[in-house]
């Protein structure tokens, strides 16, 4: 079965993601206002008082009064999106949800509430850094996303949510030390990285390195991303992959997630992934 036979197809569309973290007095009021500002758009928003993440389809023009609108907030001007055009729909509807964080990482508060860390560099600087010697190029996602596509000589920690992943960290974070190494590490967009730099820096005395805006900010930024990348690169939506050129692939959901002995999380990935044309 091809996963994206239900959804419709568009020529117009467009995605943005994007992702601030900053201090959110009361996220339910933010929470009202973006409802109101998304009324024409369908996607997803979390807000927390840590800041916000999104990811939302609609027209050009859609998104841009949706950008515009959201400026007027000094709390988001200026802040970054990654954009991308669609073939098939990638969501079905609109939400907004608060909760107390904008993406969990597994830690407890005070890990997560030290001063941000680590150098955040842009894709050409990345482009240099991750071929030198001295470094770990760590991939800071889930292994299925991993397998599916990942920067040349990037490290899997194998794991199957990304709640587990400071646990791999902690458990190389000496031998990294004692090797002299540097740890390069990358996500889809950005946040995961920016939201664990602290605790790794501060926490556990790593020399931390992060790529602006993540996987969908280099393929979006260079040109030739294909020399770095290999394979595909995964996205929580009804696309499920991109190329290096942010054009959607044929991967389809069951491809994703059909091995379900290599990972029994995958049965329930692979329903919501069907349900995505009712619930997004």
């Given at each position: 079965m091809d996963s994206h036979a239900p959804f419709p197809v568009s020529d117009t569309l467009c995605h943005l993601a994007f992702y601030r973290l900053v201090e959110v007095a009361d996220p339910a009021a933010l929470a009202a206002y973006l409802r109101e500002i998304t009324a024409e758009l369908t996607g997803s928003i979390l807000v927390a008082s840590e800041g916000i993440n999104g990811v939302l389809a609609g027209s050009e023009a859609g998104l841009q009064k949706f950008k515009d609108a959201l400026a007027q907030d000094p709390r988001f001007a200026g802040m970054p999106y990654k954009s991308s055009r669609c073939t098939t729909v990638p969501f079905a509807r609109m939400k907004?949800?608060?909760?107390?964080?904008?993406?969990?990482?597994?830690?407890?508060?005070?890990?997560?509430?030290?001063?941000?860390?680590?150098?955040?560099?842009s894709p050409q600087a990345w482009r240099e850094l991750i071929t030198q010697d001295d470094v770990v190029l760590l991939d800071n996602r889930n292994s299925f996303e991993f397998k599916l596509g990942h920067f040349q000589g990037a490290i899997d920690p194998g794991v199957t949510h990304f709640r587990d992943f400071p646990a791999y960290v902690q458990a190389h974070a000496q031998q990294w030390k004692d090797e002299g190494k540097r740890v390069a590490m990358y996500c889809t967009g950005g946040i995961r990285c920016e939201k664990l730099g602290g605790w790794m820096q501060h926490g556990l005395g790593l020399d931390v390195y992060q790529l602006d805006g993540g996987v969908l900010n280099y393929f979006q930024t260079m040109p030739d991303a294909d020399q770095d990348w290999m394979g595909e690169c995964f996205v929580f939506d009804n696309r499920i992959a991109l190329d290096t050129q942010l054009n959607e692939t044929a991967t389809t959901a069951e491809q994703v997630y059909g091995d379900l002995d290599a990972d029994p999380h995958n049965a329930w990935r692979l329903q919501r992934a069907k349900r995505l044309d009712e619930s997004t």
């Amino acid at each position: 079965m091809d996963s994206h036979a239900p959804f419709p197809v568009s020529d117009t569309l467009c995605h943005l993601a994007f992702y601030r973290l900053v201090e959110v007095a009361d996220p339910a009021a933010l929470a009202a206002y973006l409802r109101e500002i998304t009324a024409e758009l369908t996607g997803s928003i979390l807000v927390a008082s840590e800041g916000i993440n999104g990811v939302l389809a609609g027209s050009e023009a859609g998104l841009q009064k949706f950008k515009d609108a959201l400026a007027q907030d000094p709390r988001f001007a200026g802040m970054p999106y990654k954009s991308s055009r669609c073939t098939t729909v990638p969501f079905a509807r609109m939400k907004v949800h608060t909760k107390p964080e904008v993406v969990a990482v597994g830690l407890p508060p005070e890990a997560t509430e030290l001063p941000p860390g680590g150098v955040t560099l842009s894709p050409q600087a990345w482009r240099e850094l991750i071929t030198q010697d001295d470094v770990v190029l760590l991939d800071n996602r889930n292994s299925f996303e991993f397998k599916l596509g990942h920067f040349q000589g990037a490290i899997d920690p194998g794991v199957t949510h990304f709640r587990d992943f400071p646990a791999y960290v902690q458990a190389h974070a000496q031998q990294w030390k004692d090797e002299g190494k540097r740890v390069a590490m990358y996500c889809t967009g950005g946040i995961r990285c920016e939201k664990l730099g602290g605790w790794m820096q501060h926490g556990l005395g790593l020399d931390v390195y992060q790529l602006d805006g993540g996987v969908l900010n280099y393929f979006q930024t260079m040109p030739d991303a294909d020399q770095d990348w290999m394979g595909e690169c995964f996205v929580f939506d009804n696309r499920i992959a991109l190329d290096t050129q942010l054009n959607e692939t044929a991967t389809t959901a069951e491809q994703v997630y059909g091995d379900l002995d290599a990972d029994p999380h995958n049965a329930w990935r692979l329903q919501r992934a069907k349900r995505l044309d009712e619930s997004t």
